[in-house]
């Protein structure tokens, strides 16, 4: 790691990779209704915050939203004199996830720049990114609707920025170092959506990707995933037309209002005879419109140099390999097995639904999820039986008491040896439900055979037919009418009487047996 | 007041010098020394700061014998660490720099910050908001002055604060930052040992960056031991510096130089010097080198070689481009370094004046930073960021690197032991153990010469930046008087890692020299009249 190479081989590289002109990508065309001849090309630049528990370069904590302004703050976060960085390899790591996950080529040798511009919330003056050699690059990433696939340019690491507040009233900017320092993931898409939809899809499938291999929160509304959206629009068989990026979109909904309205601007000019100037621009949300921040002339000289201080990061095959085998399965791969196990795609989708709002652990620690939880209960078991138990008992249970799955106080061996018990027939199924309910209420963590004994819960066996006859009697006294009506012929009535047996068991009967033991005390 | 003198016996005489201050001296009092220091500093403007009291963490630790100046660009806690600039003008760190921690623990008592050129950035220690240092050597040719009126000489910088500390006596030795020469330029305009490590030695944890990837932490003292002894206890793996040398590397050039060490004695009077291969450098002996210099560096050569030693003329091609490399690589790094100083999150701010136009935050920020930086380092950010501009950054900074990259493989094929930093060195047996070269063009000018302006103070630096861009021990000795009376320094530059054999070498000619030049050892530390200074002053 600590040889100190000459960067600027890989340098001179990446520049002419930079200026080589982009590989136009060919797709059927799509006749929008809304733009009738035009095509919109779009691409997306994405700044996720890496859930990492400590900044990209320094020890300090990442920060949450809502924390005390300027708390989580270390002497390198605010540039002071005399500090050195220190990469974080946790958030190499989630970056790696997020690479493997997009079928990206994660390089062996990356290396880190520093981009310079002065602004107060940047307080080195320079913020360390890696523009000459990414991390990855390559890949892409299947829509979850439609059959798009969009392309990965590449994905690189790099530092937020502090956070910058203008308080009008004192006239004065305050600002938030909290963020500074914390661990972004570029990630750059070809040009490859043709409409906001896309678009949005695009974002909502990374968003997905990122929240399931713990790498991000993928929060827009939050500010832990932000878009910055290249539209660029030409006629049908004509050459792409000039782009204008609209940067910071904080949710899926204004960037398709704001792609649209770019497009319609576009398209405006170009109809009445003028050029589109390749304008970088922002949102006004109100008027639903975007706005000229800058145009490529006035674009900043980042003056790029390669950090004198950060050696390369040099990644292994076999690194590489742990994290492919540690890291959790990508939605796709997890549904194929789900459905090879048996389970119906319904099942399925509801154990992978509560994943999904899931919330993402520090450093990639996944919170408990319920497809491992079925996983660990399915080995030696009926996996239909198991995701019975889950989706409708357990899963059922929580949300009647708006609890969410990371609520679960039931253990995997309590929820095991109770389905074991109800298979064996030591338990009947209500009482099973029964016993799940009492565990969750109580955040018991007794063994449910312990409970069941406790509760008196266990099945009457077949042979113990004195409870059961005493319980039939004690219905069909109970329930005289119904039980002349039993004698009389109609045998749909049984059903109650056999209900109120189950009632006066406690769920402790048998009702197959309960049936056969009232009907021979009605013959009688 | 020549009570005082008896209080300081480690003033001993240069003859000395080599003799462990550690048995030399006595423990003394450090609040009157440091009122001693202050008295001495009064003529040379060596420190800027001192501890109001000593707390001294490790009084029996095995530094405590040793008194120590810190440049003022590594950070302390205790005292203001300006870098002698407008812009931290107030500023205290809030952390001590890992060489500071690792001299604390070790017991060793410091005496007070160092001055030194605006963030490291100039040749001769005049570029300070604490103006500019004084050389404290008194010329034999002087000897009828009393020091205190001796000839106004540079103290070479930008570690000239911290030289001239040591050459006073203020210290047995001082802390300095080495980026193309500042600690060697002033080690040799002063009469003393510098050391600059091999590029990750010492740890970089606060050390005020200049340029990050030639910035050395080093040591300047009175003798070649003195600085073996600070450099030993600082020179450690630090997990705070992502640039250090892992230990693996580290063991891996000492068992490269091991069995060569081996053979050499330099504690002998006369060591065997007969497996040495010393290397002279063609390219380091340019038309503007002083003939004196010449004179001294030659009688160096023949002590060498009377012990044993092989001379082996060696050629560096590349050694033409490194200065211009050099400045552009440096400034380059410097200009991004020094963007922090904006005057909003600490340092000095400067108000804007009324009515000043603040709509652009570029204004208010090229206030501040108009303000409070020197000229010359102004110079260096303009040029720095020229060179990054996406129009000069592929002839500039671009093809610095080439240069630099050659100058490294330049010294590797001159190399015998290989470099321990190459995963796939190369044998080379026909190759040499050190180069040795003098250490300046000159000796220290006079502060009001045209020496001081221009492109001077620049060329200073041409022996020393080769070995800064390729990141190899060198250590700076003296050598004897020019025909000014003024001393000289040689250097002795290593491969990468072998700070030891550079300071084995180093010793054997600083013995070999105080054999030779006894009397005029003595006048390089012309004590008695420093002391008449003081009284004279007082």
């Known amino acids: 790691m600590l040889v100190r190479r000459c960067p600027w081989r890989s340098i001179q590289l990446r520049l002419h990779q930079l200026w080589r002109p982009r590989q136009i990508h060919t797709r059927e065309a799509i006749h929008d209704k809304r733009w009738p001849g035009w095509q919109v090309i779009i691409g997306i630049e994405v700044h996720a915050q890496i859930k990492s528990r400590r900044k990209l370069f320094s020890e300090s904590f990442t920060s949450r939203p809502g924390e005390t302004p300027n708390t989580t703050v270390s002497a390198f976060d605010s540039a002071f004199p005399g ?30 720049d520093r981009k310079h511009y002065f602004y107060s919330d940047l307080p080195a003056g320079y913020q360390i990114t890696q523009r000459y050699s990414p991390l990855a690059s390559g890949g892409y ?10 392309g990965i340019t ?52 990374l968003q997905a990707v990122l929240r399931c291999v713990g790498s991000s929160d993928g929060n827009m509304e939050q500010g832990s995933f932000r878009c910055d959206v290249n539209v660029s629009v030409n006629k049908h068989g004509q050459p792409h037309g000039t782009r204008c990026e609209i940067k910071n979109l904080n949710s899926v909904k204004f960037m398709m209002i704001a792609i649209t309205s770019e497009v319609f601007r576009h398209i405006e000019l170009l109809e009445s005879g003028r050029s589109v100037p390749q304008d970088t621009r922002g949102f006004d949300e109100n008027k639903a419109e975007t706005f000229k921040l800058r145009s490529k002339a006035d674009s900043p000289d980042y003056r790029y140099m390669p950090d004198p201080n950060i050696p390369p990061l040099l990644i292994s095959e076999e690194y590489l390999e742990t994290i492919r085998k540690t890291m959790p399965d990508l939605p796709d791969a997890t549904l194929a097995r789900l459905l090879n196990l048996g389970l119906s795609e319904r099942d399925a989708d509801v154990l992978m639904a509560v994943d999904s709002g899931r919330e993402v652990g520090f450093d990639g620690e996944l919170g408990k999820d319920a497809v491992t939880y079925f996983d660990s209960l399915a080995q030696q078991r009926d996996p239909r039986v198991v995701v019975n138990w889950m989706t409708h008992e357990l899963i059922g249970q929580l949300t009647a008491r708006k609890e969410t799955f990371s609520d679960n106080p039931v253990s995997v061996e309590q929820l095991g040896e109770l389905i074991d018990m109800v298979q064996d027939s030591k338990i009947t199924g209500t009482s099973g439900k029964l016993l799940l309910k009492h565990i ?28 059961t006859r005493a319980w039939c009697v004690e219905a069909i006294e109970a329930l005289p009418d119904e039980a002349e009506a039993v004698r009389r012929g109609n045998l749909r009535v049984l059903n109650k009487l056999v209900g109120k047996v189950m009632q006066l068991s406690r769920g402790r009967a048998d009702a197959q047996n309960a049936r056969v033991v009232l009907e021979d005390v009605l013959r009688r | 007041m020549h009570r005082l003198a008896r209080v300081y016996p480690y003033r001993s005489r240069a003859g000395c010098r080599a003799r462990s201050f550690a048995t030399s001296h006595s423990r003394h009092s450090a609040i009157i020394h440091t ?80 001055n ?78 510098g050391l600059k490590p091999s590029y990750g030695l010492i740890s970089r944890w606060g050390v005020v960056s200049f340029a990050d990837s030639l910035d050395c932490v080093g040591v300047l003292g009175k003798s ?315």
């Open chain 1, 83 to 112: 500090t050195l960085p220190t990469l974080n390899p946790k958030c190499v790591e989630l970056a790696v996830r997020t690479a493997l996950a997009l079928n990206s080529k994660v390089h062996y040798h990356s290396a880190f």
């Open chain 1, 141 to 150: 990433i299947k829509l979850s609707k439609g059959d798009v696939s969009v």
């Open chain 1, 154 to 205: 590449q994905i690189q690491l790099e530092q937020d920025t502090a956070k910058s507040t203008f308080d009008g009233l004192r006239r004065t900017s305050l600002i938030d170092l909290n963020r500074a320092g914390s661990g972004l993931m570029e990630i750059v898409s070809e040009p490859d959506m043709r409409s906001p939809e896309e678009a949005a899809h695009y974002v909502r499938t």
């Open chain 1, 440 to 467: 969750i209420a109580n955040r018991s963590s007794s063994a449910p055979s312990v409970l069941a004994q406790e509760l008196s819960l266990e099945a009457v066996s077949e042979d113990d037919n004195t409870s």
């Open chain 2, 35 to 114: 009122e001693h220091a202050q008295s001495l500093n009064e003529s040379t403007n060596a420190l800027v700061s001192f501890p109001t009291k000593n707390h001294n963490p490790n009084p029996h630790g095995p530094l405590s014998n040793l008194t120590v100046a810190i440049k003022d660009n590594i950070c302390t806690i205790h005292l203001p660490t300006t870098c002698s600039s407008g812009m931290l003008r107030h500023f205290t760190s809030p952390f001590d720099a890992t060489a500071v921690e690792l001299l604390k623990a070790g017991g060793a008592s410091i005496i007070g910050k160092a």
């Open chain 2, 116 to 193: 030194c050129d605006e963030f490291g950035m100039g040749s001769l220690n005049v570029n300070s908001i604490h103006g500019p240092v004084v050389n404290p050597y008194h010329s034999p040719n002087e000897k009828s002055i009393p020091w205190a009126e001796r000839e106004r000489r540079s103290a070479g910088g930008s570690s000239g604060g911290s030289a001239a500390a040591v050459a006073a006596g203020m210290c047995d030795a001082a802390l300095g930052t080495d980026t193309g020469g500042s600690i060697r330029l002033p080690a040799s305009y002063c009469g003393i040992t």
């Open chain 2, 224 to 538: 070649v031991d003195t600085v073996k002894t600070v450099f030993e206890s600082i020179s450690s793996y630090d997990p705070k510096d992502p640039t250090a040398a892992t230990p693996h590397t580290r063991e891996r050039a000492k068992a490269s130089a091991e069995s060569l060490l081996s053979t050499l004695d330099a504690d002998l009077s006369d060591p065997d010097l007969s497996s040495l291969r010393i290397g002279i450098p063609q390219e380091y002996f340019p038309s503007e080198l002083n003939t004196t210099i010449v004179t001294a560096v030659r009688k160096v050569l023949e002590r060498l070689s009377s012990l044993g030693a092989q001379l082996i003329p060696v050629s560096l091609p590349s050694t033409p481009y490194a200065l211009s490399a050099y400045y552009v690589i440096a400034s380059a790094e410097a200009s991004s370094n020094l963007a922090r100083y904006d005057g909003v999150q600490y340092g000095t701010r400067f108000p804007l004046l009324p009515g000043a136009d603040k709509s652009k935050p570029g204004n208010v920020y090229a206030h501040t930073r108009s303000a409070g930086f020197g000229a010359e380092v102004q110079k260096r950010i303009l040029l720095g960021t020229y060179a990054l501009t996406a129009d000069a950054f592929d002839n500039y900074f671009l093809q610095a690197q080439r240069v630099r990259q050659r100058i490294k493989t330049d010294f590797d094929s001159a190399f015998r032991i290989p470099n321990a930093q190459l995963s796939n060195p190369s044998p080379n047996p026909d190759g040499v153990d050190v180069i040795l070269h003098p250490s300046a063009i000159r000796t220290a000018p006079r502060l009001d010469s045209d020496a001081v302006s221009g492109l001077g103070p620049y060329l200073q630096d041409v022996m020393a930046v080769p070995a800064s861009l390729a990141g190899l021990p060198t250590v700076s000795v003296p050598a004897g008087l020019a025909a000014d009376g003024w001393p000289i320094g040689v250097s002795v530059v290593g491969q990468w890692g072998s700070d030891e054999l550079v300071m084995c070498i180093g010793k054997v000619i600083e013995r070999t020299s105080d054999e030779d030049d006894g009397p005029m050892a003595d006048a390089i530390f012309g004590f008695d009249d420093v002391i008449c200074g003081l009284d004279a002053a007082t």
